[in-house]
């Protein structure tokens, strides 16, 4: 028999691929390269089914005697291998940002005679529109809170950007670019309470209760799948706490992260303007240990602030802290800090990275914001938080098209920066 070879994600098995498979068999004995977990993550997005359980499935369909992990795009070292008589493919990738790899596939099965078939593409199923059903259905909120943890702990970085209503929450979820061959999107949303706060019209001073924040929270659990981080605010008494924590997790958020502040609780972005109290090491620990308690499960996950950099307490007191928050049982550190040049976080993240017991590091680059994720993941941090941009963009826009209207006594200047009425008519379906 001869030896045909076929590369897959089968992250949503659909008729296409069996298209694919059905011709491979026809040619001889199919081994597919099926992607790994990160391949998938790290051109698209976290998969559905891990690869233990695609494998599975994919081992299944008649004609496959075998399924070997493909642990690049690239399937040349899998080919050099194996020395198929046979690549198949779909056609798609004539063309676009796969072409490079379609050329290496032939250069490299040149060498011992082997033909690359291609099968036509099958228009009419699209992933995209596979994923909006899967949306449809829905997803428990068990499966939604563990996302997180998983991502954390096999992707750098985990990019999270800020919504604070149903609306954000949708464009976090569905907007993607593609970029050298890989697509890019966002793993998850951030409810902020400076965003949540001003989107009611209110300051930032936990004066927005848990009640209302629960409402946002699950305006945007009701139309999104991706996991969710809550800004707990200095996270209230610890026995008020504890209620929050089980109510999140009961949800299916992933995480809280709670800053290590008390009093009337200001943003950190005033730095020391305003005053700034940070809680003492033991009580906070103890608030930590709590929360741990309160939880039901270890998915979801208890993540400490500390504020010692934007209080003025300085960096051996966040180092110290960032100790005494992992000895009580945190899962993760989040150090912030104001400084438009980025130095605190590099010289925090020095420090933090000697320690053995490190756990996950999240950082909100909103000041020092010239630094780009590459230089952040080289700096050992995990999950970068984009805390309050969609907000901030839309505001001005919105300010401009009211002053638009007064200005010219009508509206027909202002639509020019508006979406066509046909557009927003029908950017949720189902209005129809
Ligand atoms: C928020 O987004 O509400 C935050 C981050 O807490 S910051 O505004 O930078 O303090
Ligand atoms: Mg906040």
Known sequence: MKKVYVAMS??????GHLKVIDAARNLG???VGLHTDDVIRDYWRNPIMKYEERKEVVSNIK???SVVPQDSLDQVPNLIELKPDYVVHGDDWLEGSQKELRERVIDAIKEWGGELVETPYTHGVSISKLDEELMQIGITPQMRMKGLKELIYSKKPVRILEAHNGLTGLIVEKTKVEKDGKIKEFDGMWISSLCDSTAKGKPDIELVDLTSRLNTINDILEVTRKPIIVDGDTGGQIEHFVYTVKTLERLGVSAIIIEDKTGLK??????????QTQDTIEHFSD?????REARATSDFMIISRIESLIAGAGMDDA???AKAYIEAGTDGIMIHSKEKDGKEIVEFCRRYNEFENRVPLIVVPTSYNFMKEDELVDLGINVIIYANHLIRSAYPAMVNTAKSILENERSKEASVNCMPIKEILTLIPGGM
């Open 10 to 15: 089968a992250d949503i098995i659909h008729q």
């Open 29 to 31: 004995d199919v081994i």
């Open 63 to 65: 004609g496959i005697v």
């Open 266 to 275: 200001k943003n950190s972005l005033f730095g020391t303007d305003v005053i």
């Open 287 to 291: 608030k930590i240990r709590a929360g």
């Open 319 to 321: 180092i110290n802290r």
